[in-house]
């Protein structure tokens, strides 16, 4: 069946370093692929998606190419900040079947100053 | 516009007691999806809804639990009796369109924090 596999956190930045949190899918057609981000003490919101291969996503500075080779969406940020402190989700939703939107189990970041 | 409300915000109860928690939707979504997160399981979807009829609810843990959605708007999610381990943050989403759109973002509202003593 299809899954998201996320990068286990929690990681622990320094402000303005690089990001990586890795996400790998496993699917039976073609979905579209999402970040979400939760603050603390909020609900889940969409950072960005990608909705076919080679696409890549982008918000807030956050990047993420849709891989169709390497079954991979990873998310990316050039230099992170303070506020960007967050759990972080990689999701997928395929295009057949009613329950079809996958969560991994979300990575959370801790940008210290 | 307002975004998903869910309240209350904390609910604290005892063991076997009833516990409703409530959703309100984005104006003009048409489905509804609840979801609980815990530190051992992350996050579980327990049912959706499409225009009001429960299209899966083969995540709900046990006929404890029980959602209605009894206009286009507003949604309830009841557990009776409450057990400790539903301590949890519930959450509500909803998404636009007919249907479940494959591409579509769910919006989702700041969570209910449950604990059952």
């Known amino acids: 069946g299809d899954s998201v596999t996320q990068m286990e956190g929690p990681v622990t930045l320094s402000e303005e370093a690089f990001l990586t949190i890795n996400c790998t899918y496993t699917?039976?057609?073609?979905?579209?692929l999402f970040w979400y981000v939760q603050y603390p003490g909020e609900g889940l919101q969409l950072l960005l998606k990608a909705t076919k291969a080679d696409d890549k996503g982008s918000n807030k500075g956050f990047e993420a190419t849709y891989r169709k080779e390497t079954t991979s969406f990873h998310l990316e940020k050039g230099s992170v900040q303070v506020s960007d402190s967050a759990v972080y989700f990689c999701a997928l939703s395929d295009r057949g079947g009613a329950n079809n939107l996958f969560f991994g189990t979300g990575t959370r970041l801790t940008v210290i100053p | 516009d307002a975004g998903v409300i869910q309240s209350p915000r904390h609910e604290v109860t005892e063991m076997g007691q009833e516990v409703t928690l409530r959703c309100k939707l984005i104006s003009g979504h048409n489905s509804l999806f609840w979801y609980r997160q815990t530190m051992m399981r992350g996050l579980e979807l327990l049912i959706y809804?499409?225009?009001?009829?429960?299209?899966?609810d083969s995540g709900m843990p046990e006929d404890r639990f029980s959602a209605k959605m009894p206009n286009a708007s507003f949604s309830t999610l009841k557990i009776q009796p409450s057990e400790p381990r539903d301590s949890a943050v519930y959450f509500c989403?909803?998404?636009?369109?007919?249907?479940?759109?494959?591409?579509?973002?769910?919006?989702f509202g700041n969570g209910t924090r449950l604990t059952v003593t």
């Open positions: 809804f499409n225009n009001n009829v429960p299209i899966d």
């Open positions: 699917a039976t057609g073609y979905p579209s």
């Open positions: 989403a909803s998404s636009p369109g007919q249907g479940r759109s494959y591409n579509s973002p769910l919006h």
